[in-house]
């Protein structure tokens, strides 16, 4: 893991091709420009859990339902 303090519009390349660019904010938000190639998935931790929750309840239901049809024959 890497740690930084960075002024305002510094940025810092991941290989050849993503740039991410801080733009700054205050003491509970911090502003970013990811540029990326298309082919690149950037998605924010919160979106990542939320799917994840999402994919785990219609698991649960999926099984609920499973588990009914299987009771009622």
């Given amino acids: 893991m890497l740690m930084l303090t960075v002024p305002k519009e510094e940025y810092l390349m991941i290989g050849d091709n993503i740039k991410i ?42 099984a609920a339902a499973e588990k009914t049809e299987i009771q009622e024959i």
Avoid: C, S, Y
């Fill in 21 to 62: 660019t801080f733009l700054g904010g205050n003491d509970r938000q911090l502003r970013v420009m990811i540029d990326a190639p298309k082919d690149v998935n950037v998605a924010r931790g919160r979106a990542i859990k939320k799917r994840a929750i999402k994919r785990a309840a219609k698991k649960a239901a999926e």
